[in-house]
C-alpha cells in the first residue's frame, strides 16, 4: 500500500512536470472572440507583426486616424515577431479567437477551412481595382482572391565593390561568373567569404528559390508543388558545387539570414542576396559601406527576381464585423495612409496608386525594375505552407554534404504528407 | 479519479504506522475531503486535464489552421513511428538526459563537498553557486550561443586569439549538430548544478558529525571515509536530485531549440524539440500531441524503473 502511494506520486510528479510543456499546444477553448463590444461600439483585432522597428508606431497612427474617422469603431492592435506569428494565429484559430484582421504569408489553409471573408466583400470595388493585378491573382484561390496584397519584396543581389576590386572580381550575371567571383573573393582570407549563403531555417526557401528558379526549375502552381524535379535538381546541384569549391562561408547549411545580413553591412562579404530593406540596414549600420545593388546571376543571365508578397486576411468569425472591417480597409488603402506606410518600412507598394506615387524613388528603383521578372511562391497552394516549413527544416542539408537529389525527394515527401 | 482519492485519503494512514486505525474508511474519506479537495482540483486541473485534452488531440485529424476536422484513430501515432528519424531522435533524447544527469551529478558531490568545509568567503561562493539558478535559462543559453557566434562571438574570438582556432571567423559551434549538442549538454549541467549541488548540501549536513569522528577514531581515510560513511548517508538527497533532474532535462527545450535551432535536418533533435517543430514549423497539432503523448509515457516508464530499482524514498 504504502509502495504503491509512493509510485503514484512520483508519477504524478512526472506528470506534472511533462504537462509545463506538452499543454503549449492547448489554445484555451473557452470564450469568443473580442467579446467587449460594449453598445453599439465594434471593437476590431489586429494581429500583425513587426516588419521593423517602425510597425507598432506605423500601425497606431493608422488606428488612431481611423478611430477619429470611425467612432464607433474600435482596433485592438497585436503586435508578434515573425517567429512566433505562426503559432500564435494557429493558437488562436483553434481556441475560437481568430482575430478579425491578420497580417500574415500563407492564407490558403485558412481559405480552404472556409474562415476568410473574400477580399471583395471588404473592401469597396475601387480599392479592390487599384490593386496591381498581378498581385490579386497571387493571392487567389481558384480565382477567388482571399488575401488584400499588402506589401511587396523583391530580392537582388548586393556588391561589396571594395571586396570585389581587391581581389579582381567583376559583378557575375551567370553563374559561373559568380564561382568565378566569389572564390576569388573568397581567396583574400582573413574570414572574409565569397557569397552569402543563408541556407539556415530562417528563410531557407528564399535562396533555394534563388537557386532552383535560376537553374530554370520552379515550385509548382496552385495545383500541384513540384520540388523533387531535374529542373530544380541543377540549381541544388550547383549550391553545393559553390559549397565545396568554397565559395560560401563557413556552414551555409545553417546559417540564417539576418545575422548573415548583418556581417554582410560590416563588409565580411562579397556579395549576398538582399531586399529593399536591406538598403536601409546599410544606411543605419555601416553607411561607408561601397556597394551596388545587381540583378541576381542565373544559370543562363536571364533575369529573374524572387517575389514575396505579405497578405492582410479577415476572419469571418461570427460574421457581425464586415461592415467595420471594410471601412478599416479602405482607410488603409487609400494613398495618403498607405503609402507613407510602405515607403517607411522599406518595401514595394501593391497598388497601382501607391507604385505611381513611388515611381521616382531611387533606392527602390533596381527592385521595381526587377519587379516585372519576379516570380512568386505557389503560396495558394494549400500544400505550401508544409513545402515552406519543409524547405526550412531541410534544404540546408544540401550544405551538409548530403545528396541534393536525396534533399529533393525528401521536401516533396513531407509537402505531399501535408 | 477515484484512484486518486484513494491514494490520497491513505496518506494519514500511511503516515500514522504504530497508531491504532479508526476503522470506519467512509467517514474518514468524508472528514478528509475539505481537507484535500483543494489538492485533489489542482492535480485534475493542472494534470489529468491537460493529459486528457493531449491525449483527445492525439486521436483527431486537426488541420493547419488549427480546426478540428474529426477522429482518426491512432494514425497520428503511426505518423510518428513512421517518421524516419523517430528512432535516432530517440536514442539522443536518452543520451541528452543520461549525460546530462550524470555530470550534474557528479560535479555537484564535488561542489556540496566543498561548500560544506568552513572556509573564509564560503557565503559568497555559496552564493555565486546559486546565481545562475536566478537567471532564466534562455537568458543563460543566449549569451552562451551568441559568445559562440563565427565572426563577432566572445568565445570564438578568445579561441582564435589563444590560438587555438586558427580561422579568423571562428568556428561555427552552433552550426554543426555534434557540436551544438555537446554546448548545449554544457549550459545544461551549468544550470542543473544550482539545485542539484544544493539538494546535496543539504544532506550532507544531516550526515551525523559523531559517525565521521568515529571512522577518524578507527583510522579510515578520507576517501575510505567519504564513500562507506558520507555517501550512503546521501543517498536520500542524490536519489530525489536524480528524479527530478531526469524528469526536467528530459522535458527541457529552451537550451536546444536556441542552440540546434538553426540547423537543418534532424540530426541534433530530441523528442521535446521534435515536438516543437511538429507544432512551430509543421503546425501539425495532432501529431506533436501524439508525440507528447509518447513522451509523456517515456517519462512515466523511466521514473517507474527508477523508483523501482532505487527505492529513493527508502530510509536508510
Not at chain 2, 583510522?219 to 528524479?243: C, E, K, M, N
Request: proline content about 5%; glycine content about 10%; overall charge negative.
Amino acid at each position: 500500500m504504502k509502495k504503491t502511494l509512493r509510485v503514484g506520486a512520483m508519477v504524478a510528479t512526472a506528470a506534472l512536470a511533462t504537462m509545463t510543456l506538452a499543454s503549449c499546444g492547448f489554445g484555451g477553448g473557452a470564450g469568443e472572440g473580442g467579446g467587449d463590444a460594449s453598445g453599439s461600439a465594434v471593437t476590431l483585432n489586429l494581429l500583425v507583426p513587426s516588419y521593423s522597428d517602425n510597425t507598432q508606431g506605423l500601425w497606431e497612427d493608422v488606428i488612431a486616424g481611423f478611430e477619429d474617422a470611425n467612432p464607433d469603431i474600435k482596433v485592438k492592435l497585436e503586435v508578434q515577431s515573425w517567429d512566433n506569428l505562426d503559432s500564435v494565429i494557429t493558437t488562436k484559430v483553434s481556441g475560437n479567437q481568430a482575430p478579425d484582421i491578420y497580417n500574415g504569408g500563407p492564407f490558403a489553409g485558412f481559405a480552404a477551412d472556409d474562415l476568410l471573408y473574400t477580399t471583395e466583400e471588404v473592401v469597396s470595388p475601387e480599392t479592390f481595382s487599384d490593386f496591381q493585378d498581378t498581385f490579386i491573382d497571387n493571392a487567389s484561390v481558384d480565382g477567388t482572391a482571399y488575401g488584400l496584397p499588402l506589401i511587396a519584396s523583391a530580392r537582388a543581389l548586393f556588391v561589396n565593390n571594395d571586396l570585389l576590386e581587391q581581389a579582381g572580381a567583376k559583378i557575375p550575371a551567370t553563374w559561373d561568373e559568380l564561382l568565378e567571383s566569389a572564390k576569388k573573393v573568397s581567396a583574400l582570407g582573413n574570414g572574409i567569404a565569397g557569397y552569402g549563403m543563408p541556407l539556415g531555417s530562417e528563410e531557407a526557401q528564399a535562396e533555394a528559390a534563388v537557386w532552383l528558379w535560376g537553374g530554370g526549375g520552379t515550385f509548382g502552381d496552385a495545383k500541384t508543388i513540384t520540388v523533387d524535379t531535374p529542373e530544380n535538381l541543377v540549381g541544388a546541384a550547383f549550391i553545393q558545387k559553390m559549397v565545396t569549391e568554397g565559395a560560401t562561408q563557413a556552414d551555409a547549411g545553417s546559417t540564417d539570414r539576418s545575422p548573415l545580413m548583418d556581417i554582410f553591412v560590416q563588409g565580411k562579404i562579397g556579395m549576398q542576396v538582399g531586399l529593399p530593406p536591406t538598403v536601409g540596414q546599410i544606411a543605419k549600420g555601416n553607411p561607408d559601406l561601397n556597394y551596388t545593388i545587381a540583378p541576381i546571376p542565373t544559370q543562363d543571365g536571364s533575369a529573374l527576381t524572387v517575389g514575396v508578397a505579405d497578405h492582410l486576411m479577415a476572419f469571418k468569425n461570427d460574421g457581425t464585423k464586415q461592415e467595420a472591417i471594410t471601412k478599416f480597409f479602405d482607410y488603409y488603402f487609400s494613398p495618403e495612409v498607405y503609402v507613407p506606410w510602405v515607403q517607411t518600412e522599406g518595401f514595394l507598394p501593391t497598388t497601382k496608386s501607391g507604385a505611381e506615387q513611388l515611381n521616382g524613388e531611387e533606392s527602390l528603383k533596381p527592385f521595381l525594375d526587377a519587379l516585372p521578372a519576379a516570380e512568386f511562391y505557389p503560396s495558394t497552394n494549400a500544400k505550401w505552407s508544409a513545402t515552406d516549413a519543409a524547405f526550412k527544416a531541410l534544404f540546408g542539408q544540401l550544405a551538409q554534404g548530403k545528396d541534393a537529389a536525396g534533399v529533393l525527394a525528401e521536401i516533396q515527401a513531407q509537402s505531399d504528407a501535408g | 479519479m477515484s484512484k486518486t482519492t484513494k491514494q490520497k485519503t491513505s496518506i494519514p494512514a500511511g503516515a500514522a504506522t504504530g497508531r491504532p486505525r479508526s476503522g470506519t474508511g467512509g467517514k474518514d474519506l468524508l472528514d478528509a475531503l475539505p481537507w484535500i479537495a483543494p489538492v485533489l482540483a489542482l492535480i485534475v486541473g493542472v494534470v489529468f486535464f491537460p493529459a486528457g485534452v493531449m491525449f483527445y488531440n492525439s486521436t483527431r485529424d486537426i488541420s493547419q489552421s488549427g480546426i478540428d476536422k474529426g477522429p482518426v484513430g491512432f494514425d497520428n501515432y503511426l505518423e510518428v513511428f513512421n517518421f524516419a528519424y523517430f528512432w535516432p531522435i530517440f536514442g539522443r533524447t536518452i543520451v541528452w538526459v543520461l549525460a546530462v544527469v550524470v555530470l550534474t551529478v557528479l560535479l555537484s558531490l564535488a561542489l556540496a563537498q566543498l561548500l560544506n568545509k568552513a572556509f573564509p568567503g564560503r557565503q559568497l561562493v555559496r552564493l555565486a553557486v546559486i546565481v545562475p539558478w536566478a537567471a532564466s535559462v534562455v537568458m543563460t543559453t543566449m549569451v552562451i550561443y551568441y559568445g559562440l557566434e563565427p565572426y563577432f562571438g566572445i568565445i570564438n574570438k578568445f579561441l582564435v586569439d589563444v590560438g587555438l582556432i586558427d580561422t579568423p571567423e571562428g568556428f561555427g559551434w552552433t552550426r554543426n549538430a555534434d557540436t551544438a549538442f555537446a554546448w548545449s549538454i554544457v549550459i545544461a549541467v551549468f544550470v542543473s548544478l544550482p539545485f542539484t549541488t544544493y539538494t546535496i548540501l543539504a544532506g550532507l549536513q544531516g550526515v551525523p558529525g559523531d559517525a565521521i569522528e568515529a571512522a577518524k577514531m578507527d583510522g579510515a581515510s578520507p576517501s575510505r571515509t567519504y564513500f562507506s560513511i558520507v555517501l550512503p548517508q546521501l543517498r536520500g538527497a542524490i536519489s530525489v536530485a536524480v528524479l527530478i533532474n531526469i524528469i526536467n532535462v528530459f522535458n527541457s527545450l529552451p537550451i536546444l531549440k536556441v542552440m540546434t535551432g538553426s540547423i537543418p535536418g534532424y540530426d541534433a533533435d530530441t523528442i521535446m524539440t521534435m515536438i516543437f517543430k511538429y507544432i512551430q514549423n509543421q503546425h501539425k497539432l495532432d501529431v506533436a500531441s501524439a508525440l507528447s503523448v509518447v513522451a509523456f509515457v517515456i517519462v512515466i516508464v523511466i521514473v517507474a524503473i527508477y523508483v523501482k530499482v532505487v527505492k529513493p524514498m527508502k530510509e536508510v
